[in-house]
T-cell receptor, first 112, second 115 residues
Framework: GENVEQHPSTLSVQEGDSAVIKCTYS??????FPWYKQELGKRPQLIID?????GEKKDQRIAVTLNKTAKHFSLHITETQPEDSAVYFC???????????FGPGTRLSVLP | DTAVSQTPKYLVTQMGNDKSIKCEQN?????MYWYKQDSKKFLKIMFS???????INETVPNRFSPKSPDKAHLNLHINSLELGDSAVYFC??????????????FGPGTRLTVT
C-alpha cells in the first residue's frame, strides 16, 4: 500500500520568510496530492491540492510542486504570517481513488 | 449550514463501555470516512464508505463497527472501550472515489477519552 513520508516534523521561521515542507510517496500510481492545514483544536482543512498531470499549482502565497519521477511533492508558503502557524499534512490518494494516506505532519511556527 | 457535523464533540467514558459517535454530511457526497488522530497527531484512516457500502476497512479492532443508514450518515460504534482508544476521531466526506473533484471535508472531530 501507499506510504507517505513528510519532512521536517517541525519548522520555525521568522515572519515574512518562506517555508517549505516536503513529502515523498511510494505508490507511483497515486494521482492526487492534497495539503491540509490543522490549527490547534480544529479540523484539517484543505489549502491546496495537485493532480498527477500537473507539475505546479499556485494560490496566492501558497504553491505546491510535484515531481512524479522522483515521487515527491512540496508545499511552499511565501511571506509567512503568524496565522500560518499550524500543523500541515500532505496526503496521497491511492490508485483506486478511495484511500487517502496522510503524512505524519509538520508543525510550522511563524515567529513575529 | 455545517457541511460535516459530528456528535458528541467530547466523550469521556470508562474502560469496557460501549459508545457511538454520529456523523452527518449535507453536501450530497457519496463517500464518507472515519479517521483516528492520536496524541502524536497522526491521521489514520479507519473506514471508508461509498454509497452506504464499505470500501475500506483498515486494520482496526473489530470492536469498531461503522454503520451507514444512508449515504448522508456514517456512525461509528465502539465496543468494550480500551485506554488506547483515546484519540480524536474525525469524520470526513468527499464527492466520490476517482472523481476529478475529490476534496475531503472534515467534521469538527470527537475527542474520546477513556479512563
Amino acid at each position: 500500500g501507499e506510504n507517505v513520508e513528510q519532512h521536517p516534523s517541525t519548522l520555525s521561521v521568522q515572519e515574512g520568510d518562506s517555508a517549505v515542507i516536503k513529502c515523498t510517496y511510494s505508490d507511483s500510481a497515486s494521482n492526487y496530492f492534497p495539503w491540509y492545514k490543522q490549527e490547534l483544536g480544529k479540523r484539517p482543512q484543505l489549502i491546496i491540492d495537485i493532480r498527477s498531470n500537473v507539475g505546479e499549482k499556485k494560490d496566492q502565497r501558497i504553491a505546491v510542486t510535484l515531481n512524479k519521477t522522483a515521487k515527491h511533492f512540496s508545499l511552499h508558503i511565501t511571506e509567512t504570517q503568524p496565522e500560518d502557524s499550524a500543523v500541515y499534512f500532505c496526503a496521497a490518494r491511492d490508485n483506486y481513488g478511495q484511500n487517502f494516506v496522510f503524512g505524519p505532519g509538520t508543525r510550522l511556527s511563524v515567529l513575529p | 449550514d455545517t457541511a460535516v457535523s459530528q456528535t458528541p464533540k467530547y466523550l469521556v467514558t470508562q474502560m469496557g463501555n460501549d459508545k457511538s459517535i454520529k456523523c452527518e454530511q449535507n453536501l450530497g457526497h457519496d463517500t464518507m470516512y472515519w479517521y483516528k488522530q492520536d496524541s502524536k497527531k497522526f491521521l489514520k484512516i479507519m473506514f471508508s464508505y461509498n454509497n452506504k457500502e464499505l470500501i475500506i476497512n483498515e486494520t482496526v479492532p473489530n470492536r469498531f463497527s461503522p454503520k451507514s443508514p444512508d449515504k448522508a450518515h456514517l456512525n461509528l460504534h465502539i465496543n468494550s472501550l480500551e485506554l488506547g482508544d483515546s484519540a480524536v476521531y474525525f469524520c470526513a466526506s468527499s464527492q466520490g472515489p476517482r472523481l476529478a473533484s475529490n476534496e475531503q471535508y472534515f467534521g469538527p472531530g470527537t475527542r474520546l477519552t477513556v479512563t
